[in-house]
C-alpha cells in the first residue's frame, strides 16, 4: 500500500512538472530575492530588542522575589483569568514540572543562568575590547568566521565548569522527557483531533500543493515534496485543534484565576489589616473570582484567545515556548 502511495505520488510530481507553471509558483520565485534582505532585517531586530528581554526578565524576577506571596499569587491569578487560553500548554508543563521533581529542575535552571550570565558578560566584554588602541573595536574589522571563532572561545573560556553545566542541561532535559509524557496523556484528545485533521487534509494538499512546489523546488528536491505537503497539512491539524483546545483551557483557567485572585487578594488584605473576613467565611470571594473570571473569558473570546498589540510583542518570547511544547507534544504523538 506504501509502495503504491510513492508511486501515485511520483507520478503527480512528473505530471505537474511537465505542465504549466501556476502563478502562485511565479509569484514565490518572483519573491526569492526578497529573503536575503528580510534575513538582514530580522537580525538586526534581534540584536536590538535581545537586552530589552533580558531586562524585561530581571524586572520580573525581581518582583517575584520581592512582591509578598499573596500579591504574588493574586497577579498569577489575574494573569490566567486573563491569558490562560493563549499559554494553556505552558501552564499545563509548570504544573507537570513541579510535580516531576522541580528542585532537581530549578537547580539545573539556577546552574545555567549562572553561565548564560557569565557567557553574555564575557561577549558584551569582548565587544568592547580595542586591544591596538585605534579607536575600532576589534570585533568590527574581523571577517565572518573569524569573529564565529573568536566568539566561540570567548564563550567557552566563560564557562567555569564545563561538566557542571553539562549536568545541568541533561537534568533538564531529564525533566522535560518527564513532562512531554505528562503532558502527552493530559492532551490526548488534542493530539488524536490534530492528526486526524491531518489526515483528511492530506489528500486535497497534494493535489494543490504538488503543481505549485514543482515549479518551486529544483528538480533535485522534489523527493521532499511529500515530506513538505505531510507536514504542512500537520501543521494545519495542530493548528486547528489547539484553538479548539485554548476555548476549553479559557473556561477552565479564567475560573481557576478568578477565584485564585480574590481569595490571594483577601488573604493579604486581611493580613494588612483592610479587610476582617477570612475569604472561608464569606460569599466575597466567589462573587469577585467568577467576576474575575467572566470579565477574564470575554476578554479572550474579544481577543482571539491570543494577546493583542503591544502585549503580544511583551511577551513574545512566552509565545515562542507555548508554541514549542505544542508542536513538540503533539509532532511527536503524531509520528508514534
Not at 493530559?186 to 483531533?193: D, G, M, R, S, V
Not at 476582617?276 to 473569558?297: H, K, M, N, Q, R
Not at 491570543?306 to 507555548?322: A, D, I, K, R, W
Request: neutral net charge.
Amino acid at each position: 500500500m506504501e509502495g503504491d502511495d510513492k508511486q501515485t505520488m511520483a507520478a503527480r510530481i512528473l505530471a505537474a512538472s511537465q505542465g504549466a507553471s501556476p502563478m502562485v509558483a511565479d509569484v514565490i520565485n518572483y519573491a526569492k530575492p526578497l529573503a536575503k534582505p528580510v534575513g538582514f532585517i530580522a537580525s538586526v531586530i534581534i540584536d536590538w530588542v535581545g537586552p530589552f528581554y533580558l531586562k524585561l526578565f530581571r524586572l520580573g524576577y525581581r518582583a517575584y522575589c520581592e512582591l509578598p506571596h499573596d500579591l504574588l499569587t493574586a497577579l498569577a491569578g489575574l494573569g490566567l483569568s486573563f491569558c490562560g487560553g493563549a499559554y494553556c500548554a505552558s501552564i499545563s508543563a509548570i504544573q507537570a514540572f513541579r510535580m516531576c521533581g522541580w528542585e532537581r529542575t530549578k537547580a539545573a535552571l539556577v546552574d545555567i543562568h549562572t553561565d548564560a550570565c557569565a557567557i553574555y558578560e564575557a561577549y558584551l566584554a569582548d565587544d568592547a575590547k580595542d586591544a591596538d588602541g585605534d579607536g575600532v573595536r576589534d570585533v568590527t574589522v574581523l571577517s565572518a568566521n573569524d569573529l564565529l571563532t573568536r566568539k566561540l572561545a570567548v564563550m567557552a573560556m566563560a564557562v567555569k565548569d564545563p561538566n557542571k553545566l553539562n549536568a545541568a542541561f541533561g537534568g533538564l532535559y531529564t525533566s522535560w522527557l518527564a513532562v512531554q509524557a505528562v503532558l502527552r496523556t493530559e492532551f490526548a484528545k488534542t493530539i488524536t483531533l490534530g492528526v486526524s485533521i491531518a489526515a483528511m487534509a492530506t489528500p486535497y494538499l497534494q493535489k494543490v500543493g504538488v503543481p505549485v512546489l514543482v515549479h518551486v523546488m529544483p528538480p533535485a528536491y522534489h523527493a521532499w515534496i511529500p515530506l513538505v505537503i505531510a507536514n504542512t497539512a500537520r501543521w494545519i491539524g495542530v493548528c486547528i485543534a489547539w484553538k479548539m483546545q485554548e476555548v476549553v483551557s479559557a473556561v477552565h483557567l479564567a475560573l481557576l484565576g478568578g477565584l485564585l485572585f480574590s481569595r490571594s487578594l483577601m488573604r493579604w488584605a486581611r493580613r494588612e489589616g483592610h479587610l476582617v473576613s477570612l475569604p472561608e467565611e464569606t460569599v466575597l470571594d466567589e462573587v469577585i473570582g467568577y467576576s474575575v473570571a467572566a470579565v477574564g473569558f470575554y476578554a479572550q473570546l474579544t481577543w482571539g484567545f491570543s494577546l493583542p498589540f503591544p502585549l503580544n510583542l511583551l511577551f513574545f518570547p512566552l509565545g515562542g515556548v507555548e508554541w514549542y511544547i505544542r508542536w513538540s507534544i503533539t509532532s511527536t504523538g503524531a509520528s508514534a
